[in-house]
């Protein structure tokens, strides 16, 4: 499945005094099996961005595409779209309302009009893929659980829905470092299963280490776009954006800037480790001449 957002454009309150341009003439597609990361400032347009996938917002000008198909057409499925397309906000678990954790992740299947067998199936796989499938766990209520624990719990409530793209903003703010780590290794397995990921962050080193590609917005329009080790190469520019590159790429950069032979191109802790390894080999080489 495919989602392609052609020269897309959304305003706030058009027509009006307080009208505002968020997204302007956004051209954009979202591949199969991709890890897409969306990255920019505060107010660059990401968010936005995000609730044109799945339909949430229609844009002001252009079109939103699902397989060729545009999604605001009339006649078109928007319940299957929801379907195909999940979209998890920001603090999700503030949307958390149900008395169990089990009735919460069943409120999407239910509104499918699915049989209670298939209903009570999707939460218990849902609940599975989240890390949530302990006994008892499902008949808690949720605000029993601890903040880590009630994220997941909400996550799972999109993931019973079967999507086949899934579309998060900022899905490990306001964690522990823990709970952060395991919110992005769950995503990571997701995608590692099949699903589609476009991740909205401010963390350019979990860019770097979880991203197959990198949209980076500016002002409401697509300032660079490429594999994550192509836009970190831009480092002045990220900076000018109000954005940071990975903190062993900013290593890499003190390094080089010390005249040591350290190698530009270093955005994960791994080839920092290999980069650091082979100069302290080199090292010992030279001093045992």
């Not at 954009?28 to 949430?56: C, D, V, W, Y």
């Not at 903003?169 to 780590?181: C, F, I, K, N, T």
């Not at 390094?255 to 955005?267: N, Q, S, V, Y």
């Amino acid at each position: 499945m495919q989602v392609t957002l052609a020269h897309v454009t959304h305003t706030y309150q058009p027509n009006s005094p307080f009208q505002a341009t968020a997204i302007r003439d956004v051209n954009m597609e979202i591949r199969p099996g991709e890890f897409l990361a969306l990255i920019g400032h505060t107010g660059s347009g990401k968010s936005t961005l995000a609730q044109h996938i799945n339909g949430l917002l229609k844009p002001t000008a252009g079109k939103v595409l699902l397989d060729g198909q545009d999604i605001h057409e009339k006649g078109f499925d928007k319940k299957t779209l929801r379907q195909k397309v999940g979209l998890v906000f920001q603090y999700p678990e503030h949307q958390l309302f149900e008395e169990t954790v089990a009735k919460d992740v069943a409120f999407g299947p239910k509104n499918l009009g699915l049989n209670e067998k298939e209903i009570a199936e999707r939460v218990e796989e849902a609940l599975a893929r989240v890390g949530l499938g302990q006994p008892g766990i499902a008949q808690k209520s949720p605000f029993e659980l601890s903040g880590g624990q009630m994220r997941r719990a909400a996550m799972a409530g999109v993931l019973a829905m079967r999507p086949e793209i899934l579309v998060l903003d900022e899905p490990a703010a306001g964690l522990d470092p823990q709970s952060r780590e395991d919110m992005l290794q769950l995503i990571a397995g997701l995608h590692r299963q099949g699903t589609t990921v476009v991740m909205i962050s401010h963390s350019m080193d979990d860019v770097a280490r979880f991203a197959t590609r990198a949209v980076v917005m500016e002002h409401g329009t697509i300032a660079m776009e490429g594999a994550p080790e192509e836009i970190f190469r831009h480092a002045e520019r990220l900076e000018q954006m109000g954005l940071d590159v990975p903190s062993v790429c900013r290593l890499s950069l003190k390094l080089r800037a010390m005249g040591i032979d350290c190698p530009p191109d270093i955005f994960r802790e791994e080839q920092a480790e290999s980069a650091l390894l082979a100069l302290w080999k080199g090292g010992a080489a030279h001093g045992a001449e």
